[in-house]
């Protein structure tokens, strides 16, 4: 633990690690998971963009690669994944992610350059674990009936929707990041590139 009281960063890689595994395992029976881990050579040099194939993502579809030693989320959102964003506003702490945080073209109720596709990185803004997908909305979650879909932090309980926008009342302040991030083809995203957003 350093001296801000954060998890150092050994422990933090440790709880990404923990993540995926236990995320892949859960995921195998809960959500299509096209790719539980993605590192490329590229992504291990420092801070590179990473270029990400996404034209084979069906949609309820999560792939993750790694970028800058963190996990990204890519998710093809289905229509009823969008549909649950909307109508949940009332329930999320920054609905349309104004705070200064996020890149400009996360400031909406996406948070996402094109609705179908959420793209965060996936770790928990309390104190860094990475949440798990609990992509089956109401008591098939094992969270509640009213459960929309999204991700929980198994280590304090926050809770995140489908855009990656926090719950009222949990330990986590904000939503997921947003990473700088550009489309170049319907099929290709490019990640980490600040120079051109959207
Ligand atoms: S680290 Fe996620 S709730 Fe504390």
Redesign the pocket.
């Known amino acids: 633990m350093s001296s801000d009281g954060q998890p150092d960063c050994r422990r933090r890689r440790l709880l990404f690690a923990t993540s995926i595994l236990g995320g892949a395992a859960g995921v195998a029976v809960a959500v299509p998971f096209v790719s539980t881990f993605e590192p490329s050579e590229r992504a291990k040099s420092a801070g590179a963009p990473v270029e990400v194939d996404i034209s084979g993502l069906a949609p309820g579809e999560m792939k993750t690669v790694e970028w800058r030693g963190k996990p990204v989320w890519i998710i093809r959102r289905s229509k009823e994944m969008l549909d649950s964003i909307a109508r949940i506003a009332d329930r999320v702490v920054d609905p349309r992610s104004e705070r200064p945080m996020q890149p400009e073209y996360a400031r909406n109720e996406y948070r996402s350059i094109r609705p179908e596709y959420m793209i965060a990185i996936g770790i928990?803004t309390?104190?860094?674990?990475s949440?798990s997908e609990k992509f089956k909305a109401g008591s098939e979650s094992g969270i509640d009936a009213d459960w929309p879909g999204g991700f929980l932090?198994p280590?304090?309980?926050?809770m995140f929707d489908l855009a990656g926008r926090v719950f009222k009342n949990k330990?986590?302040p904000d939503n997921l990041q947003v990473p700088p991030h550009r489309y170049l083809s319907d099929g290709r995203i490019l990640i980490g590139d600040e120079k051109q957003e959207g």
């Open positions: 928990c309390h104190l860094g674990c949440p932090c280590c304090h309980g926050s330990p986590a």
